[in-house]
């Protein structure tokens, strides 16, 4: 190898670019206290169930939103549709195995959000943002206009065999359906992370950063989209497959633009474009919900909206940019103390 070529290869943001996959001592942090969990609260399994799909559903949106760059308010249609998908075929297609309803649901998700990305993607902006509301409004009301078929407001119950023939979804005690939804988030985000990671996942970060200059370089913008919002979709029809297998429901509410909007607030409270954002977002926001509720049944929103506000102010990368702040400011001083000491 040449020393020019060389010399390129030590370049600071080439070893970064070349050690971006690598996992760092800290990462399996999260599943080992999620783990924990299991074992230390299993009166809240429950509402760790929730907090799990969660993660998963503002997973799926980071990828368009925190990566891509796609700006959107209707992503809980892709939610509804993965829901729908599993709950349909469990009901009226005589086929209840929840593992492969999974993939069902993912498949769903990732046709609609391929046909509705070719077409809204080629807006932007508020065109975009308003595009994709009404989308999910479209679906929200189809499934009220066929309430025969889907349930509408009422929903459907539904039910589903063991997971692997052994393991059943008790109504009463969420032990399974806490460690399904943990072991499929971490299937999923195994995934996201080798796409994040890959030269796919780099050129979507450029289009977020600059989206003029790199069709200068050669890559198809639109379509890099298209296929980041396909496998957004596909996550996002997982996750709400995963949401009415452990609920044994399923109703039009899972196409609300209130879930669309809660989960857009969880990646504002963390801080999108990080892959555990999602977790520290979901985690902030839902354990808000639950004791400020109990605090204040009325009122609990005014507490969590004063806290956006003072994320939104001080905050502009969310807790984990304040956490990285912090971090280098740290840092920092060690090395300028190790440097006065020597």
């Not at 956006?308 to 956490?323: D, E």
Request: one cysteine or more.
């Amino acid at each position: 190898m040449s020393a020019p070529a060389d010399r390129l290869l030590q370049h600071p943001a080439a070893l970064a670019l070349q050690r971006r996959h690598y996992v760092r001592l800290w990462e399996p942090l999260p599943w080992i206290l999620a783990l924990a969990a299991y074992f230390l609260f299993p009166n809240y399994l429950g509402f760790g169930t929730e907090v799990l799909v969660m993660v998963l559903f503002a997973l799926s949106l980071d990828l368009a939103l925190g990566y891509a760059g796609i700006i959107t308010l209707g992503h809980a249609a892709f939610f509804g549709i993965g829901a729908y998908a599993a709950g349909l075929i469990s009901l009226y297609g005589g086929w209840n195995e929840p593992i492969s309803l999974l993939g069902a649901a993912a498949i769903a998700g990732g046709i609609c959000g391929f046909l509705s990305g070719w077409v809204l993607l080629r807006t932007h902006g508020l065109t975009l943002l308003m595009l994709t509301l009404s989308f999910a409004a479209l679906l929200e009301e189809l499934c009220n206009q066929f309430i025969e078929f889907t349930g509408g407001f009422d929903g459907k119950n539904l039910t589903f065999t063991p997971v692997l023939g052994k393991f059943e979804f008790n109504p009463l005690y969420s032990n399974t359906q806490y460690l399904y939804t943990l072991a499929i988030l971490f299937l999923v985000f195994v995934a996201m992370r080798c796409i994040v990671y890959s030269p796919f996942g780099q050129s979507l970060t450029g289009i977020r950063e600059n989206i003029l200059r790199m069709p200068a370089v050669g890559t198809p913008v639109r379509w890099r989209l298209v296929i980041a919002y396909s496998f957004s979709a596909a996550i996002a029809g997982i996750a709400g497959a995963l949401q009415a297998q452990t609920q044994l429901f399923v109703n039009q509410t899972f196409f609300s633009l209130d879930r669309s909007a809660k989960v857009i607030i969880i990646l504002i409270l963390a801080g999108y474009g990080r892959l555990y954002g999602a977790f520290i977002g979901a985690i902030a926001y839902l354990a808000l919900e639950h004791f400020l509720s109990k605090i204040y049944p009325t009122q609990w929103q005014l507490g969590l909206g004063l806290l956006l506000v003072v994320i939104a102010l001080f905050a502009r990368n969310g807790m984990l940019g304040i956490g990285e702040r912090l971090w280098q400011r740290v840092g920092w001083r060690f090395r300028r103390g190790g440097k006065r000491a020597a």
